[in-house]
Every structure is written in structure tokens, then in C-alpha cells.
């Protein structure tokens, strides 16, 4: 049985973001529950750094991937929601960091924001399912 040429792009799509957060997952699970402390303050704190940056960078390739392959109205959708996202999450934490420098707010570690990005996308993606 064939598939059709739009259905491809998806099933690629899941399989690459499974494969990414797979990643990203496991890491943050093992600095989480702290198996990862004993890097923490060494040289090798650069390439734990380095490994966890790889599934962001991946999942990032993995969606400009699905944007190639899709269709032309998929494309406009996912870029419609794709920038949304980034400017929500963009916003939401530069307001925080307005409110941790002015309000005393709690410090947020930087890495947050891609979690926040992510949840943005989530919200979004409901709401932005037209080409207009």
C-alpha cells in the first residue's frame, strides 16, 4: 500500500520528534533526578551542555523539515503557528525577566524557554488552523 505524498511529511514529523525528545528527554530526566551531578562543575559539564543542545537543534531541523515537505497550505499553517509560538514564548519571557530584574520575581533558568515555546505551540496550534 502506498502512501500519499501528505501523509509523509506527518509520519516523518512523529517519527523525527520522537526520536529528538526521545533525547532530550532521558538527558533531562538524568540531570532531574541528579545521576548527571557528578559532570556538573567539570569539563564534561560542556558536553552534557553540548548533548542537550543536539535534540533542540534536532526537533528545530525536524520541523523546518515537515515545512519543506508539506503541501503549501501545511506549510503556511505550521509557520503560522511556529511564529506565533516563538513570539508568545519570546514575550512571556522577556515579562519575566522584566519581573525578576523590577518585581523580585524567582530567577528562571534559560533553558525554560524551549519547554515554553513548546507549550506556546501547544496552545496555538488549535486556534491557527487556516492559510489566512
Same mark, same amino acid.
Not at 524557554?113 to 501547544?122: I, P, S, T
Given at each position: 500500500m502506498t502512501q %500519499?505524498? %501528505?501523509?509523509? /511529511?506527518?509520519?516523518?514529523?512523529?517519527?523525527?520528534? !520522537?526520536?529528538?525528545?526521545?533525547?532530550?528527554?532521558?538527558?533531562?530526566? *538524568?540531570?532531574?533526578?541528579?545521576?548527571?551531578d557528578p559532570v556538573v562543575g567539570t569539563a564534561g559539564a560542556w558536553l552534557l @551542555?553540548?548533548?542537550?543542545t543536539m535534540p533542540v537543534l534536532g526537533q528545530t531541523w525536524a520541523v523546518l523539515a515537515f515545512?519543506?515537505? %508539506?503541501?503549501? #497550505?501545511?506549510?503556511v499553517v505550521a509557520a503560522k503557528r511556529f511564529i506565533v509560538a516563538a513570539g *508568545?514564548?519570546? %514575550?512571556?519571557f522577556a515579562g $519575566? &525577566? #522584566?519581573?525578576?530584574? #523590577?518585581? &523580585?520575581? /524567582?530567577?528562571?533558568e534559560g533553558y525554560i524557554?524551549?519547554? *515554553?515555546? $513548546? @507549550?506556546? !505551540? &501547544?496552545l496555538v496550534t488549535p486556534f491557527i488552523r487556516s492559510s489566512q
Open positions: %500519499s505524498r %501528505s501523509t509523509t /511529511p506527518v509520519r516523518q514529523y512523529a517519527v523525527r520528534t !520522537f526520536a529528538f525528545m526521545g533525547g532530550y528527554t532521558v538527558i533531562m530526566l *538524568l540531570m532531574i533526578t541528579g545521576a548527571l @551542555a553540548a548533548a542537550v515545512m519543506r515537505d %508539506s503541501d503549501e #497550505f501545511m506549510r *508568545l514564548a519570546i %514575550s512571556l $519575566w &525577566g #522584566f519581573a525578576e530584574a #523590577f518585581a &523580585g520575581a /524567582p530567577h528562571m524557554v524551549y519547554a *515554553l515555546f $513548546w @507549550a506556546c !505551540f &501547544g
